[in-house]
């Protein structure tokens, strides 16, 4: 069968501090990343050399480790033909923390 979101991961971008993650597991457009330090609400997430898309992407990203906290979204505040950054806006992660992504190209 055939795998919606197959293909290589996007190459990931943390912001500098203790704000660090592994490898991306998933695809070119939907996966997760480990945290290897936390994040605190203002740092960013960049996915970048995705499959180009036509004008950019709409995507999606949560801290699935806080599930059920009043805030666990990121928020998507920049994005390009190859490109998508998040802000962890109002989340402050533990180093552990898993983040689930996935974006739709339009």
């Given at each position: 069968a055939n795998l919606l979101a197959n293909g290589t991961p996007p190459t990931l971008a943390l912001a500098s501090?203790?704000?660090?993650?592994?490898?991306?597991?998933?695809?070119?457009?939907?996966?997760?990343?480990?945290?290897?330090?936390?994040?605190?609400?203002?740092?960013?997430?960049?996915?970048?050399?995705?499959?180009?898309?036509?004008?950019?992407?709409?995507?999606?990203?949560?801290?699935?480790?806080?599930?059920?906290?009043?805030?666990?979204?990121l928020e998507e505040t920049s994005t390009s033909t190859t490109t998508a950054v998040f802000t962890f806006s109002g989340i402050a992660t533990g180093a552990t923390d898993v983040i689930q992504y996935k974006c739709i190209a339009y």
């Open positions: 501090g203790t704000c660090a993650g592994t490898v991306i597991v998933g695809g070119a457009l939907a996966g997760t990343v480990t945290l290897t330090g936390a994040c605190a609400a203002t740092n960013t997430m960049t996915l970048s050399v995705m499959p180009a898309a036509t004008t950019g992407y709409s995507c999606d990203a949560v801290d699935r480790t806080l599930a059920g906290a009043a805030t666990t979204n």
